[in-house]
């Protein structure tokens, strides 16, 4: 099951970027990055976002379940801490 569940999540994962690569959000009236540079930018970003999945996919591999769920609840509260410090 579990094998399953991360086939379809890389999978959701990869078809996101692959879309946001190819423009189909600006096609649905979503903001959209003008010229090469913000192409660029948006195929890097995915490519980041995807390397990350499969660290973090390598990382609950490692680590057993309940770790691996407080090492993400941990990285998320820093996250939304560092967010609203950027916001005030």
Do not use: C, Y
């Not at 010229?35 to 490692?62: C, M, S, T, Y």
């Amino acid at each position: 099951m579990r094998h399953k569940l991360r086939q379809a999540a890389f999978g959701w994962t990869l078809a996101l970027a692959v879309g946001e690569a190819l423009g189909v959000g600006e096609a649905l009236g979503g903001p959209s990055a003008e010229g090469p540079v913000g192409r660029a930018a948006e195929l890097g970003l995915a490519a980041i976002g995807l390397v990350g999945f499969g660290l973090g996919l390598k990382l609950q591999d490692r680590l057993d379940q309940r770790s691996f769920n407080r090492a993400v609840m941990v990285f998320l509260a820093v996250l939304g801490v560092w967010l609203v410090a950027r916001a005030l």
